[in-house]
């Protein structure tokens, strides 16, 4: 029999912990080369893992309530912290995440609780805005690196190649041919509404027609899947507050929906169909949001090729 339908929208039927992981431990255990937040399950078993890269000049802490709902479904999420000052190249990241990869198989299972197993075979890769970009790149090999492990998954939430067409940041991911996109895994693309809409007169848009969601997803090939909040803006899925100087200017930068509770549980709740369907092989909510056999929380619209 197969599974029945969850509502990937609400909380899971794990209770969660965030662990922070500083790359600079002088504990018993090999520290990470970048700092982490990790959302867990508290309750023991063996979990897939994601693992989720920050937009530009955002923090992992952010994110806090997203990789919490997608942990309560029961995976392990782990979000390092990339930098917290960089410019528009992303040569260091795709570095620095491979090296978080690599390192994952040697010193994730020592800093979780014993009863926490992490499953190294089903690894899905993911992240917002540059974060997205960067997931990409480290699936398409750029700079000709590999990793350790083998991603099983690639999700780009409002992926965004630079400040307009022809403008793209180095390495550059778009190549504006459909399905040219060249790795053997599944991907999920998430896109905001309002991403390619100014927020102020001075500034572009957060995620501009031309190098955002709808041309990383033409460029997919199958399974892939696409879906668009309408009417919600590029950092809407952060959590309800986000402090200090960059979590006030995530409010003022990017045109924004009504609250950000809507996307955030959106984007959970679809990361965590799609991280079902394609590490766990149970596609029951990914078709059910298709189908529209589940409530979800905003007007969307999607495509999917498989």
């Not at 994601?50 to 997608?70: A, T």
């Not at 795709?94 to 690894?123: C, E, R």
């Not at 099983?152 to 965004?160: F, L």
Request: proline letters at 7%.
């Amino acid at each position: 029999m197969g599974s029945s339908v969850t509502n990937i929208f609400e909380t899971g039927n794990y209770t969660t912990q965030l662990l922070r992981v500083d790359s600079c431990s002088r504990t018993q255990y090999v520290p990470p080369p970048k700092s982490l937040l990790i959302a867990t399950p508290i309750k023991g078993g063996k979990f897939p893992i994601l693992l989720f890269l920050h937009g530009y000049l955002l923090y992992n802490s952010f994110y806090s309530q997203l990789i919490q709902h997608v942990a309560s479904h029961g995976f392990i999420v782990i979000a390092p912290q990339l930098y917290t000052v960089a410019g528009p190249d992303i040569t260091d990241e795709i570095y620095s995440v491979t090296a978080i990869t690599n390192w994952l198989s040697k010193g994730l299972g020592k800093i979780l609780s014993p009863n926490i197993i992490p499953n190294f075979d089903k690894l899905a890769l993911g992240g917002h805005s540059r974060g997205g970009k960067t997931s990409f790149a480290i699936a398409l090999r750029k700079l000709n690196i590999t990793t350790d492990l083998k991603f099983s998954a690639i999700i780009g939430v409002d992926p965004v190649d630079g400040t307009d067409t022809g403008s793209q940041t180095s390495p550059p991911i778009l190549t504006y041919v459909p399905h040219s996109f060249d790795f053997d895994m599944a991907t999920l693309v998430i896109g905001s509404g309002l991403g390619d809409v100014k927020k102020n007169p001075l500034f572009p848009p957060c995620a501009p027609k031309g190098v955002n969601h709808e041309n990383f997803f033409n460029e997919c090939n199958k399974p892939s899947w696409h879906f668009v909040a309408k009417d919600y803006g590029h950092v809407d899925m952060l959590d309800d507050d986000t402090k200090g100087v960059r979590g006030k200017l995530s409010y003022c930068l990017c045109k924004n929906g009504e609250s950000r509770k809507p996307m955030r549980i959106f984007v959970g709740g679809v990361m965590v169909a799609f991280l079902k369907a394609y590490l766990d092989g149970d596609n029951v909510d990914l078709l059910a949001i298709r189908d529209k056999n589940v409530s979800v929380p905003l007007e969307m619209k999607f495509d999917y090729v498989v």
